[in-house]
């Protein structure tokens, strides 16, 4: 309960590497114990609780859910025309490198830890239920918003697993994600 409190209320910089150093290897170090206590199929019943899924939460929505600095960023387009004759035009599209997420390592622990407690076995779903609310799945999607190919990876699958797991949760899931394809559409 310590750790994963300790890892929700210190938020690191992780803009720069010089910055914050031994609390992000304290992070990383708490998240990996976790993450580690969970994997086990035998963890002890103390550690799969409501208490403990509680907190972790907490800890999750706190380093994940984020705003993010350039928001509706896909393509730039750069229209070569040639007025000459005998030349045809041509429009060449450029896709911008992606910005990948300078605290991905940190993130990519988070995730693990949302994708241990939905994946457990311990966990009923009923006790699952009170935690993955609207209000996270709508947070949840909107991190799709994310430049980094790696964090979309692991968005899309835990969204898919929440999905399979989850029946009620499923229609507000599909609405969500009509909602995002819209506003991109639109933007």
């Known amino acids: 309960m310590?750790?994963?409190k300790a890892c929700r209320d210190h938020?690191?910089?992780?803009?720069?590497?010089?910055?914050?150093?031994?609390l992000k290897e304290f992070k990383k170090e708490c998240l990996i114990e976790c993450i580690d206590l969970l994997d086990h199929s035998d963890a002890p019943d103390y550690i799969m609780n409501e208490q403990i899924l509680n907190e972790s939460m907490k800890t999750i929505s706190a380093n994940l859910f984020r705003t993010f600095a350039n928001k509706s960023k896909y393509f730039i387009f750069n229209l070569n025309v040639c007025v000459d004759r005998g030349k045809t035009s041509s429009i060449e599209a450029e896709e911008d490198e992606p910005n990948l997420e300078e605290?991905?390592?940190?993130?990519?622990?988070?995730?693990e830890l949302l994708l241990k407690f939905i994946m457990s076995v311990h966990m009923t779903n009923d006790v699952l239920t009170g935690q993955i609310s609207n209000?996270?799945?709508?947070?949840?999607?909107?991190?799709f918003?994310?430049?980094d190919p790696r964090e979309r990876d692991y968005l899309k699958t835990i969204l898919h697993r929440?999905?399979?797991?989850f029946m009620r949760l499923r229609l507000y899931i599909k609405e969500q994600v009509m909602n995002l394809m819209l506003r991109i559409t639109h933007e």
């Open 2 to 4: 310590a750790k994963l």
């Open 11 to 22: 938020i690191a910089d992780f803009s720069d590497p010089k910055k914050d150093v031994d």
């Open 103 to 111: 605290a991905w390592p940190h993130l990519q622990l988070v995730y």
């Open 135 to 143: 209000a996270f799945i709508k947070q949840f999607v909107e991190l």
């Open 145 to 147: 918003d994310s430049e």
């Open 162 to 165: 929440i999905y399979g797991k």
